[in-house]
């Protein structure tokens, strides 16, 4: 498909995220054949697919995306026979996790088949697949007949959207269609697991939780960017996508982590003392401590006990701070047990590393809410 500057407008087209109309799903898997670009929703956030197995088709999609070529996407499939074409070897443990998670939110790598085109791996000898769980994407991949290579449908270096309308605002023009399926369940990305070293190690945090992997699998080691609390240096990190810009809004982000009473101090310190300087201020706080503060615009992620609400608030909240037009956003840290980790992971990226940790000068109360990996 041939793509200008300026294209028109991006058709959006509506279907039922359970039950998908098969014309619907067609139209667009006819665009991904002749290799086209098609948003479209997971269980997680939305992806912007292209065929996997069409080398200009991809380079397109990177184009739209503004993403570095570097940074290969994740290759989408609907049944696990595909991935025995796309990867040289499945080794055990990926059949037990692809039983157990499959279709879900885990992306394992692999050693990729020499059939897959060298830009849809950006020149690596590993290929990142994964089987989404949403009738919409599992449709999508079945009537186009291929693979779809997609990353999130972000602009590069945005936050990945959960909606249909977060994709709109970054890609209308760029790209071929859009599948409004609603917004998304899980809100933040896949986990992103690689099996090629022992024991297998988390790249990237996301939907499937460390604790269910460890279930299965015994031993398994978070990658260190994934906890990092700076920036680690480009030679040590694995997945391209570590070293690249993420998630990031156009405000300023400062994350404030440790026990709530002293988070909360922090937080208010912060906000009140940025308000001074005439800096408009955002505060994205959770449902128990959103009462205690004030700011130009204060936003709840849900309860800190739920963390699975955070995960699924998190992108759309950070978009919405840049409508409001924030200079900054002052955010607390929520605990890293289950979605949390990836929360985290998210937020810390977002803010550049920028992190504040609030010690408490009192008894520390709520030690409940601070939890280390
Ligand atoms: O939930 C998700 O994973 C979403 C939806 C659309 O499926 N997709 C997504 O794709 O987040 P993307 O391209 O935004 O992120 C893919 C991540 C990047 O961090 C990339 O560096 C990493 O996976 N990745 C891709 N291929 C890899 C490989 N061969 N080895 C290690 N990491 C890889
Ligand atoms: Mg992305």
């Known amino acids: 498909m ?53 080398p200009k088709a991809v380079l397109a999609l990177f184009e739209a995306k503004k993403r570095p070529l570097d940074n290969p996407p994740i290759v989408h499939v609907e049944n696990i026979s595909d991935v025995y074409r796309l990867a040289k070897q499945v080794p055990p443990k990926a059949e037990r996790l692809m039983k157990k998670f499959w279709p879900g939110p885990l992306t394992l790598v692999f050693k990729r088949s020499e059939r897959v085109p060298y830009v849809t791996v950006a020149g690596l000898e590993t290929i990142a697949i994964r089987m989404p769980q949403h009738a919409v994407a599992l449709a999508l991949i079945k009537e186009s007949n291929r693979p779809i290579a997609a990353p999130s449908a972000n602009l590069a270096g945005r936050p990945s959207p959960t909606s249909a309308k977060h994709v709109f605002d970054d890609l209308n023009g760029r790209i071929d269609a859009i599948l409004d399926g609603g917004p998304t369940r899980i809100g933040v990305e896949s986990t992103v697991l690689d099996l090629s070293v022992d024991p297998p190690q988390v790249l990237r945090p996301g939907g499937t939780p460390l604790e269910a992997l460890r279930k299965v699998l015994g031993d398994v080691k978070l990658h260190p960017f994934v906890v990092a609390e700076r920036e680690v240096p480009i030679e040590k990190t694995r997945s391209p996508g570590m070293k690249h810009k993420h998630y990031a809004p156009n405000a300023e982000v400062i994350v404030v982590e440790g026990a709530i009473p002293a988070v909360i101090a922090k937080v208010k310190e912060l906000a009140g003392s940025y308000r001074l300087k005439g800096v408009k201020v955002g505060v994205l706080a959770t449902d128990e401590t959103i009462a205690g503060y004030r700011a130009d615009v204060i936003k709840s992620l849900g309860s800190r006990f739920n963390l699975d609400a955070v995960a699924q608030n998190l992108f759309s909240l950070l978009r919405e701070f840049d409508v409001e037009g924030v200079d900054v956003i002052i955010a607390e840290g929520v605990s890293t047990e289950g979605l949390g980790l990836a929360v985290m992971n998210r937020l810390r990226k977002a803010s550049g590393y920028n992190i504040v940790k609030a010690e408490y000068a009192g008894k520390n109360l709520y030690r409940r809410d601070k939890c280390s990996v």
């Open 2 to 54: 041939i793509r200008h500057p300026r294209m028109k407008q991006t058709p959006v087209l509506k279907v039922n995220p359970r039950k998908p109309k098969i014309e619907k799903v067609q139209v667009a898997a006819d665009i991904i054949r002749k290799g086209g670009l098609v948003a479209f929703p997971t269980e997680t956030v939305y992806g912007l697919g292209a065929d996997a197995l069409n």
